[in-house]
């Protein structure tokens, strides 16, 4: 059966800088058009969306991912083995071992602020993460809302990264852990990665962001090197501001989803000997550009 009309839906906004709660909606029956729209909507609008209370498998996660496009195939540094994987798209991010080996990736660590594999010429346009366990304490993500982080530069800053491109560095995870088949690298200019602009235009929302990936090995194309890490230095330090983030306290059986084209995720690290299972799923992207039109005149 469908999704029962939208005016059961209820969308209540954080009170912080992006983020906001869907009530009325059970994420494990499909969705009709009109509640997918006002669900779309509400994303559109304020870039994170959390659903609490949701009862979700792995079919049913897939599925409402599906709504929004093509999922992608979890990345390959992840631990779930391939060959042999019902659901490929679904990625385990988890610090629980079983027989002395993890059953997911990240662990318990700190994961540093981040765009989810900006690394790629392609980047998911969204993510959706779901909790089965969480730590008491800890564990806590922060979103950032890269619109704000933009349109509050101060002038010069705006004019030093107009029609300049970043490259996102492939070769470490966001918790700075070296990727498997990759080499450590000293000179940011050598390391592999795609790139993009550092001003990105959302396809849908005709707004521009600040499109800054992951910090480490970052390069600015084009500069000396002194010079690319100042100003990506100063752009880092603007964008991490507290005005700009909300953090989400994890429940049992919160879906949260957030748009990869205008927010960065950081998570806090949590205690090891505390168990973290969330299943998450990506939305197959497109490659980021920045529009000259979309800036007013």
Same mark, same amino acid.
């Given at each position: ?9 209820a ?31 509400a ?17 049913g996660?897939? %599925?409402?991912?599906?709504?929004? &496009? =093509? $999922?992608?195939?979890?990345?390959v540094? #992840? !631990? ?10 679904i990625?385990v ?8 080996k ?67 560095? %492939?070769?470490?995870?966001?918790? &700075? =852990? $070296? ?5 450590? #690298? !000293? ?71 957030w ?16 168990r ?22």
């Open positions: 059966m469908d999704q029962p009309d939208n005016r059961r839906i969308v209540t906004p954080t009170g912080a800088a992006l983020g906001a709660d869907v009530a009325g909606i059970d994420l494990a029956q499909p969705l009709d058009d009109a509640a997918f729209r006002a669900v779309e909507a994303w559109h609008q304020h870039l994170v969306l959390r659903f609490r209370g949701q009862r979700l498998d792995d079919p996660l897939l %599925a409402f991912g599906r709504r929004f &496009g =093509e $999922l992608d195939s979890a990345p540094h #992840a !631990t779930r083995d391939a060959d042999h994987d019902p659901y490929p798209e990625t991010m988890s610090n629980i071992k079983v027989d002395g993890p059953i997911g990736n990240l662990g318990h660590y700190e994961a540093e602020w981040h765009t989810d594999m900006s690394y790629n010429e392609r980047c998911p346009i969204g993510s959706l993460l779901y909790s089965l366990e969480v730590p008491a304490e800890g564990g806590d993500t922060g979103f950032c809302n890269m619109y704000l982080a933009l349109e509050t530069l101060p002038a010069e800053l705006k004019r030093a990264i107009v029609g300049k491109s970043c490259k996102h560095d %492939a070769s470490r995870n966001s918790a &700075g =852990e $070296l990727r498997r088949g990759f080499k450590e #690298a !000293t000179d940011p200019r050598e390391t592999p990665g795609a790139v993009h602009p550092i001003i990105r235009t959302h396809p849908d929302t005709r707004r521009n962001a600040l499109f800054l990936g992951r910090r480490r090995d970052a390069y600015v194309m084009g500069l000396p090197l002194d010079e690319s890490e100042d100003l990506l230095n100063r752009l880092w330090a603007h964008a991490a501001k507290h005005e700009f983030a909300w953090y989400q306290k994890w429940k049992v059986g919160d879906l949260i989803m748009d990869n084209r205008c927010t960065m995720h950081r998570r806090d690290a949590f205690d090891p000997n505390a973290r299972l969330m299943h998450r799923t990506q939305i197959k992207g497109d490659k980021p550009f920045f529009d000259p039109a979309s800036v007013a005149a």
